[in-house]
């Protein structure tokens, strides 16, 4: 079993930056894709990001050249790097851990973009 545990939300100005980080904890194979989604009210979940063990990324359109993921394997955390955020930004954000077992997820945090 797998835990993830979110932090670094929160209400941040149009323009501002916040970074999130998720650290798992249990039985993780070394071999796993670990990533960001986020759900606006009345919308589906969504792909932010994602980055392999091996350090290939992937990112939705919306956020390429304003968010970074990086990984710290030793650590077992992600991070979540959100810069020139956008009021469309605001959602829960959920980290995800994938490997050949199943998808395991984090209890989200709440990131608001307003003036």
């Known amino acids: 079993q797998v835990q993830l545990v979110e932090s670094g939300g929160g209400l941040v100005q149009p323009g501002g930056s916040l970074r999130l980080s998720c650290a798992a904890s249990?039985?993780?194979?070394?071999?796993?894709?670990m990533g960001w989604y986020r759900q606006a009210p009345g919308k589906q979940r969504e792909l932010v990001a994602v980055i392999a063990s091996a350090g290939s990324t992937n990112y939705a359109d919306s956020v390429k050249g304003r968010f970074t993921i990086s990984r710290d394997g030793a650590k077992n955390t992600v991070y979540l790097q959100m810069n020139s955020l956008e009021p469309q930004d605001t959602a829960v954000y959920y980290c995800?851990?994938?490997?050949?077992?199943?998808?395991?997820w984090g209890q989200g945090t709440q990131v608001t973009v307003s003036s």
């Open positions: 995800n851990l994938l490997d050949r077992r199943s998808a395991y």
């Open positions: 249990g039985s993780i194979f070394s071999f796993n894709v």
